[in-house]
């Protein structure tokens, strides 16, 4: 036999699911507009994380917004690699309010210590890479030279 449990809920507590649902359906579905967004138009937009280090530092990697030209030359878009990689190996905290001299001195630390990954993706951004998270964790390592930190 079932038992209909259903019966003392109370019309508050019903309509108290029912927002809960609709609530969760358009978070989702804004969740979902989000993520289908270039990085260029989710920076352009506001639709970033501004608490989180790297996804300001990705924000450099975007176009400027007067020009259309990026904000950086591409050879410092290499920086977004060597943070990521921080990020995945090191496990830094990933909110501005801790970004300082202490994070800055970690991060390079690590890049003397660990050296640079040998990782060659394509086709991310300051928002995708993390799907290369496990190739970052588990790649072959090579030691910075002098010029290269130059």
């Not at 990085?39 to 530092?57: A, M, P, V």
Request: glycine share 6%.
């Amino acid at each position: 036999m079932i038992e209909d449990e259903t019966e003392n809920i109370t019309e508050e507590e019903m309509q108290n699911i029912a927002e809960g649902v609709y609530f969760d359906h358009l978070r989702s579905k804004e969740s979902s507009r989000i993520n289908s967004m270039t990085f260029n138009e989710r920076y352009k937009t506001g639709n970033y994380n501004k608490s989180n280090i790297f996804e300001l530092f990705g924000y450099c990697w975007s176009d400027n917004p007067k020009n259309g030209e990026p904000l950086i030359t591409g050879s410092y878009r290499s920086l977004i690699v060597q943070l990521n990689d921080y990020r995945f190996n090191a496990k830094p905290s990933e909110s501005v309010k801790d970004f300082g001299d202490d994070w800055i001195t970690s991060f390079l630390k690590y890049l003397i210590n660990k050296g640079y990954p040998l990782v060659h993706i394509r086709g991310y951004d300051s928002f995708t890479i993390v799907k290369y998270r496990g190739r970052f964790i588990k790649a072959e390592r090579v030691p910075y030279n002098e010029m290269s930190f130059q």
